[in-house]
């Protein structure tokens, strides 16, 4: 679904779903927010990011692990739309 859309309606989703997810995203904490956007939307590793933050690996895991938690229950109803549930 991320990729080129192939219709109007895959164009029309995926806009929705990234300002759903940009959304979601001005919500966290800066340091949850951070460790999202830089593992998944820019591909860092933890042991990267951890080397360039001084923030332990484990930290950064928890960071992650409560953005994704919270990013689950706030667009649970989003994708519950979606898929006609």
């Known amino acids: 679904m991320f990729g080129v ?18 959304n979601a995203l001005s919500e966290l904490p800066e340091a949850q927010r951070f460790v999202f956007e830089k593992t998944e ?3 860092y590793s ?3 990011l951890s080397e360039e933050t001084g923030v332990s690996v484990q930290a950064l895991l928890s960071r992650k ?3 994704v938690l919270y990013l689950r229950a706030r667009l649970h109803t989003l ?4 898929m006609g549930e």
């Open 65 to 67: 692990h409560k953005a």
């Open 46 to 48: 933890f042991k990267k």
């Open 5 to 22: 859309p192939q219709s109007p309606e895959e164009a029309y989703l995926s806009e929705l779903i990234w300002h759903e997810l940009i």
């Open 79 to 82: 994708y519950d739309e979606l």
């Open 41 to 43: 939307l820019e591909g």
